[in-house]
């Protein structure tokens, strides 16, 4: 049996297109149920729907043979046992930094409120630049209008979420899509059902 660990929510709904056209599919009476382990149309082939956080776990555990996620996602997991086969082009956004202008950047230490704390730490490290992280969970937009943070880190696509909050978006740290990564046991012992999959994948991209 492959289990292929998929990310809920926004990577999902461009998900599914994709594994169609490769011949997967999950019918609606599965996707719609309370289900978490969900049959497909290959008998071999399972789906595991889940917290897009949650991906590179199962994934790294063995727990998911194979698994999408985005790559700020995958970045900030560390992603270690693991192969990242191959980038899908969906969920494409930027990781960035945001402010409310670019003054509020000069401060000895920064602060920055932030879901994606070690992908902050590490690209303010770099910069040389002290700072200390307020891990958020959601609407870090808020952060620098109640005067919680300097700054936020935070993904941005149309830019209309910082627009609408104030802020705006100064230094880029990365290029965000959605990988399919393969859990490193796996690509061996799994290698002859894998490979097709990846090969197909690839040609429809
Ligand atoms: P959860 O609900 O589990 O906390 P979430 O709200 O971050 O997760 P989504 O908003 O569905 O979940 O985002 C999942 C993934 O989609 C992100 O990890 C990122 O790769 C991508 N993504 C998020 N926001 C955008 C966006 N505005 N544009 C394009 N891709 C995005
Ligand atoms: C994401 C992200 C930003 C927004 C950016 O949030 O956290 O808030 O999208 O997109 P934009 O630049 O097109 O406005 P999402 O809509 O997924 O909501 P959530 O983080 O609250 O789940």
Redesign the pocket.
Known sequence: MLTIAL??????EQTLPLLEKSGLTIAKEELNSRKLILDTNLADVQVIII???DVPVFVQHGAADMGI?????LLEHGANNLFEVLDLGI???KLMVAAESKDKLKQNTLKVAT?YVNSAKLYFQNKGQSCEIIKL??AMELAPKVGLAHCIVD????GN?LKANGLIALECIEQ???RLVVNAASFKTKNTQIKPWVQNIERIL
């Open positions: 990310s809920k929510g926004r990577i999902l917290r897009a956080t996620a985005g790559k700020d996602i969920a494409k956004c879901k969970f959601g993904l941005v696509d149309t979420t965000i899509s959605s």
